[in-house]
């Protein structure tokens, strides 16, 4: 395991390979977060430029929070709990939906020290990555404390977002972006 100071410096390293890949793209990130607090967009508006290519981060700590501005139906959240795939996923599409973006990110998890149940025990995190209408989420179970399970979520989080937008590029060469962003509008 990593120690946080250790995180804190994979986080910005990430962040900043995030920024060289979509500098002058015209492409954007939006976040979704819980647990995190906005720590994954603070972590990218850091780097340089970053307004050519982060369009806007959702904090959404409240679940009144996650309906109001990302429109997480409200039996979503009665069924499944804030913490859980179908949140999330709802969250990561929510954030497209209300911004200009390309890419999005959601987060929700049990940071603790309280909070955690035996079904979602403190360190149980999801997370969705959308791009274009396609979502896919994972389930993590993270340990330490709160402030390491932040951490790990935001260094995840991230990589998440550096391996999917990677692929995706690979499929949309520089040429073909216009008409692919067309095609999603």
Not at 49 to 66: C, H, L, P, Q, V
Request: aromatic share 6%; proline share 4%; with cysteine.
């Amino acid at each position: 395991m990593l120690t946080f100071s250790d995180q804190n410096l994979l986080i910005e390293a990430l962040a900043t390979q995030l920024g060289k890949l979509l500098s002058g793209h015209g492409l954007y990130i939006v976040t979704a977060e819980s647990c995190t607090g906005g720590w994954v967009g603070a972590a990218l508006t850091q780097v340089p430029g970053s307004s050519g290519w982060f369009d806007r981060g959702f904090i959404t700590y409240s679940n009144e929070a996650k309906r109001e501005m990302l429109g997480v139906r409200p039996k979503t959240l009665e069924q499944h709990g804030a913490v859980s795939k179908a949140v999330v996923e709802e969250m990561a599409k929510g954030a497209l939906k209300k911004s200009r973006g390309t890419f999005s990110v959601a987060i929700s998890g049990v940071a603790g020290p309280d909070g955690g149940t035996e079904d979602k025990p403190v360190g149980t995190v999801w997370m969705a990555w959308c791009i274009q209408g396609r979502v896919d989420s994972a389930l993590f179970s993270l340990p330490g404390d709160r402030q390491e399970v932040r951490a790990a979520s935001v260094s995840l989080a991230l990589q998440g977002l550096l391996v999917r937008i990677r692929d995706w590029l690979k499929l949309h060469p520089q040429e073909d972006l216009p008409s692919v962003l067309e095609q999603s509008e």
